[in-house]
């Protein structure tokens, strides 16, 4: 990968991009993409601010235009539209995401011209943009399932100047109708590969998507090569996190209170690491994909780690105190 150097210009992107891509990220910037109020996300503290663009158009919008080109997820929606104001909602359902990470999704999706894309979840529109610029809008489509966002997207793009085929439907079932695709990309996560993907991807041709299990909420960033038996495999590239595709969300199973037997052991394993990207987390879950994990501060220190089974009523707990060989 070839990347164009690190530089300010009109689009006022300072992040790396790879040659193919960088007159697509010069001539479309992110802003025209994102609605007038965002809230910008704090990737070390895990925060949103909101950012309001001035609704006349003559006071500065200088802070705005910050937060839109800044190197930062933006969010568009909280709860799935239910969300009103100003302050940030509880759950983020929507977004524009961190461009730079934009930028090396795009080119782990080794595209070339005259491909055709099937890009799953729209968003603002701004990724479906840059496919459509470096291909030609004739050989991307695009699939939303949340009908405002679908809705805005759609006239962003136009207003563009760029003309895709934009669905408003269920992107798990993918879009038959311009079926087989050389590449099908997802910026959503995902905890199941749908196999209608992998049935309208041509042989050879490549899923990029964030992958994970509901262990946590994180994401891998894996691409796989479709094969002519109907199956798929490939590499794990990076890791991410993502919103999960609607239909794959996690649902916690309830804490069993009474009932059942309760056995007591110890260890002498020590905590691995579980912060949002360490690897054990990942490997974890794909050795227990029905088990969702959370982690328990203590005032003195301790931390306990909590399994909880989303298929049976059942659980298990670690406390883990430093210093101490036995947990």
Not at 4 to 18: L, Q, Y
């Amino acid at each position: 990968m070839t990347l164009a150097p690190e530089s300010e210009d009109a689009t006022g992107r300072s992040f790396p991009v790879a040659d193919a891509w960088a007159p697509a990220f010069d001539a479309v910037p992110r802003s025209l993409f994102l609605p007038d109020l965002v809230w910008a996300h704090d990737m070390a503290t895990g925060t949103s601010r909101p950012v309001d663009r001035p609704v006349d158009r003559t006071d500065d919008e200088a802070a705005w235009l910050a937060a839109a080109e800044a190197d930062v997820p933006v969010v568009t929606q909280w709860d799935d539209g239910e969300h009103q104001g100003a302050e940030p909602g509880t759950v983020p359902t929507s977004s524009a995401s961190q461009p730079s990470l934009v930028a090396s999704m795009l080119e782990d999706l080794r595209v070339e011209p005259g491909m055709r894309v099937l890009e799953q979840g729209t968003g603002t529109g701004w990724n479906t943009a840059l496919l459509s610029h470096r291909l030609g809008h004739t050989n991307v489509t695009t699939i939303e399932i949340d009908a405002p966002v679908y809705a805005r997207a759609r006239t962003a793009l136009t207003a563009a100047g760029y003309h895709p085929q934009v669905v408003c439907g269920d992107g798990a079932l993918g879009r038959p109708a311009g079926a087989p695709y050389d590449r099908i990309t997802a910026t959503y996560g995902l905890r199941t590969i749908p196999q209608a993907w992998i049935a309208q991807t041509r042989p050879g041709g490549l899923i990029l998507a964030p992958f994970g299990t509901h262990y946590s909420n994180a994401d891998a960033l894996v691409r796989l090569t479709v094969h002519g038996d109907g199956t798929a495999s490939g590499p794990f590239l990076q890791p991410a996190e993502f919103m999960k595709m609607r239909s794959q969300r996690l649902t916690w199973p309830r804490n069993p209170t009474e009932g059942g037997t309760v056995a007591e052991h110890t260890t002498a394993a020590a905590l691995p690491g579980h912060g949002k990207f360490d690897p054990f987390p990942l490997a974890a879950g794909l050795r227990l994909r029905d088990v969702v994990h959370a982690i328990q501060p203590h005032d003195d220190g301790a931390r306990t780690l909590w399994l909880y089974s989303l298929t049976t009523p059942a659980w298990a707990a670690a406390t883990f105190r430093d210093g101490q060989g036995a947990h």
